[in-house]
């Protein structure tokens, strides 16, 4: 039998080892990306109690409470929509001007021709979230 390169071995098992811990890749990308981009605001535990929460009008929501809002699984467009600036956020700015300074938009459909996509990035931070939405 041929050997495996060592490069595809050690790809098959990191994700073994994931999904041993229940944890896909795509929640571990959303965690780190959740603390860059929006754990200023809306908390590191996601409690709404971020550093810079006392200074703005709105208090951020608590983002551990939008499955009871929104229903779980959260739908993934429509809480992509906050973020990607479809839907508005007095306090994430604007489609053009969001607060991280860097698009999360993919191109409007009239470019494409398809009808609207959501940043993977995006879909990662809805993944990690699900994981941390309170039961009650
Ligand atoms: C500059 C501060 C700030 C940052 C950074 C920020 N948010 Fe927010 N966000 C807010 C505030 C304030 C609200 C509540 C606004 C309101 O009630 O109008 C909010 C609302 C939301 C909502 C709507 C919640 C609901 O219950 O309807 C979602 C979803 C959300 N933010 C997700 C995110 C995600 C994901 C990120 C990171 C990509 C992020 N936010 C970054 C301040 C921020």
């Given at each position: 039998m041929r050997r495996l390169p060592a490069a595809i071995v050690l790809v098959l098992?990191?994700?073994v080892v994931a999904a041993a811990a229940g944890v896909s890749p795509d929640v571990t990308?959303?965690?780190?990306l959740y603390g860059r981009?929006?754990?200023t605001c809306h908390?590191?535990?996601?409690?709404?109690?971020?550093?810079?929460?006392?200074?703005?009008?709105?208090?951020p929501s608590d983002l551990r409470r939008l499955g009871q809002r929104y229903g779980m699984p959260l739908p993934v467009g429509r809480i992509g929509a906050f973020v990607d600036g479809r839907e508005a956020v007095k306090a994430h700015g604007t489609r053009e001007m969001p607060v991280w300074g860097e698009r999360f938009a993919l191109p409007e459909p009239e470019q494409t021709g398809r009808p609207p996509?959501?940043?993977?990035?995006i879909r990662?931070?809805?993944?990690?979230?699900?994981?941390i939405q309170r039961k009650r």
């Open positions: 098992a990191s994700a990308e959303g965690h780190v981009y929006c754990g908390g590191l535990e996601a409690d709404g109690h971020g550093p810079v929460a006392p200074m703005l009008t709105r208090p996509a959501l940043d993977p990035r990662a931070i809805v993944a990690y979230l699900e994981t």
